[in-house]
């Protein structure tokens, strides 16, 4: 046999080689992350996924790399860790927040998927403008009235709960202030009544976005109490003339966008107001205030800098104010920080068209994902990322309202958070005003927090409770505040004596 090709065979293998190697750069190009899939049609990894979530995603990510599916539930979430994957999904057009999150809106608030489609964008624009970080202050001096009002009945001493202390000031104030002042919170039985569903509600959103409502019976009781408590004060919350004749609720302004567009759904949407507008805040006041109180030097420096601001005693009805915050901005750092170490485990986009992540293609209809939670723990972005050192965000331009890089607690891109100055203002208030009236100490260990969820926030575990006494003039007490009795604080890193003044 001769040893040379035939010119027509090595043609022939010369284009089934470009094929191959076409194939091959084909195959790369759209090679999907790798998956974690368990053995189980549709339930995938979602048995070991449900147990630990963080803790499986922070697993996945050891094992796999920057991207990886997780598939549970019939559903394939990829995860991005890393920068390019994090552009992807901030900036990318073939992502999507709202189809991303229509199921679950539509299962927690009844809200139908077209008609949230419709209503969204018009909302989101509604709520950034009245909660936009020059618009805030308007709400500074009803909210220092608010907390004043709710201060007083805690009396000049006690102990309490840390979080029933925290949700008994916040969810009367934000209600007041964001819907309509005294709205169902006039009288105790019904007070009482809303805070006990609003809590079953808040506890189980994450279950009641995903799973049939048939099976949460109690959950869906308090979703249907809530639902027709909202559908009952809508025509109140219309006709309220806030006192301030320039402005109208935040609840008003969104009731004319809802009723010009899908007139039917306004208690629904109202009932989703609620629980974005209490559900992060309430933990993160908890946080915030736990991590302070479990830093004696941090704790002191504080007292002394409410002191030196706003005076010594604690009786008087002060008023916090832009200027105040100025000079207090250790608290806002406080606050950054706590958020930064309690962050939502998770935030979602959907893929409308496949994208490329590294050598990667996430194909459309995955659900892109990102944890806050865990990105705030990469010590390449956040040094020490595990010690609670509010100086951190001494680097911060937050006055040109710019938090660190890479801190995603708010989200980000597009539909980024529309209420977190508000969210900061009214936190930073409420604990100004507290530490200002009373001298407190946690009683318990600092607590854990709840490793079940990973939608927003997570809630802290087990029991803190927090002692309070009305204070006298810590200025002329040389020990400074009580040290907590209960919290083993972890090490910090605050120089003695610093206070932004
Ligand atoms: C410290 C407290 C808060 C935290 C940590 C927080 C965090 C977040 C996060 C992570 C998102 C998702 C953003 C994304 O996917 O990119 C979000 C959305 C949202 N937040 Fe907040 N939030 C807080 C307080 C508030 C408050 C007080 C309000 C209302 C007064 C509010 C209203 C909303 C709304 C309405 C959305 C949905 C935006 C949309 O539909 O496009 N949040 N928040």
Redesign the pocket.
């Known amino acids: 046999m001769s040893e040379d090709l035939h010119p027509g065979v090595a043609a022939l293998a010369a284009l089934l080689a470009g094929v191959a190697l076409l194939l091959v750069l084909r195959r790369r190009g759209s090679r999907r992350p790798p998956c974690t899939a368990g053995w189980i049609p549709w339930v995938g990894a979602g048995l070991r996924f449900g147990k630990a979530p963080l803790e499986f995603i922070e697993q996945a990510r050891a094992q796999y790399g920057p991207v990886f599916t997780i598939f549970a539930m019939g559903k394939r979430m990829t995860f991005v860790t890393e920068e390019e994957g994090i552009n992807v999904f901030l900036k990318s057009k073939e992502v999507n927040?709202e189809l991303a999150v229509q199921n679950p809106v539509y299962h927690t608030a009844s809200i139908p998927k077209n008609v949230f489609l419709t209503l969204?964008e018009k909302?989101?624009i509604t709520?950034k403008g009245k909660?936009g970080a020059f618009n805030v202050y308007r709400f500074a001096e009803q909210l220092n009235e608010e907390f004043h009002e709710r201060l007083e009945d805690l009396g000049p001493h006690g102990t309490m709960d840390l979080i029933s202390l925290v949700r008994h000031l916040l969810y009367p104030v934000t209600v007041n202030v964001?819907f309509k002042k005294a709205l169902f919170l006039s009288y105790k039985k019904k007070t009482e009544d809303f805070c006990q569903h609003f809590q079953i509600y808040d506890e189980g959103f994450e279950c009641g976005s995903q799973m049939p409502e048939w099976l949460l019976r109690n959950w869906s009781k308090s979703k249907r109490w809530l639902l027709a408590l909202f559908e009952e004060s809508i025509p109140d919350i219309k006709a309220y003339k806030p006192e301030r004749a320039d402005s109208m609720t935040?609840m008003q302004a969104v009731l004319d966008v809802v009723e010009g567009v899908a007139a039917g759904h306004s208690a629904s949407c109202a009932l989703l107001?609620l629980w974005?507008?209490l559900s992060?805040?309430v933990p993160?006041t908890f946080w915030t205030l736990a991590f302070i109180l479990s830093h004696a030097d941090i704790h002191k420096t504080i007292v002394e800098g409410i002191s030196s601001v706003l005076g010594g005693a604690g009786k008087e009805k002060i008023r916090v104010t832009q200027d105040t915050l100025k000079k207090l901005s250790l608290i806002k750092w406080c606050i950054l920080e706590a958020?930064r170490l309690r962050a939502?485990g998770v935030?979602?986009r959907k893929v409308v068209k496949p994208v490329k992540i590294l050598n990667y293609t996430v194909p459309s209809g995955d659900l892109l994902m990102l944890s806050?939670f865990w990105l705030h723990r990469n010590p390449q972005y956040f040094p020490d990322p595990e010690s609670f050192k509010p100086e951190r965000w001494k680097e911060a331009d937050l006055e040109k309202h710019a938090f660190l890089e890479h801190y995603m607690?708010?989200?980000?891109?597009k539909?980024?958070?529309?209420?977190?100055w508000?969210?900061?203002l009214?936190?930073q208030i409420c604990i100004i005003l507290i530490l200002y009236k009373y001298d407190c100490s946690l009683l318990d260990p600092f607590p854990m927090q709840s490793h079940l969820h990973l939608v927003?926030?997570p809630q802290p575990e087990g029991q803190c409770r927090i002692e309070y006494n009305e204070r006298c003039d810590v200025l002329h007490d040389p020990r400074g505040p009580a040290p907590s009795r209960g919290a083993t604080p972890p090490a910090t890193h605050l120089p003695s004596g610093h206070q932004e003044g």
Do not use: K
């Open positions: 927040f969204h909302l989101y709520m909660m964001l935040l107001m974005a507008s992060n805040a993160v958020i939502p935030i979602t806050p607690a708010f989200g980000g891109g539909f980024q958070c529309p209420g977190r508000f969210a900061l009214e936190i927003g926030v």
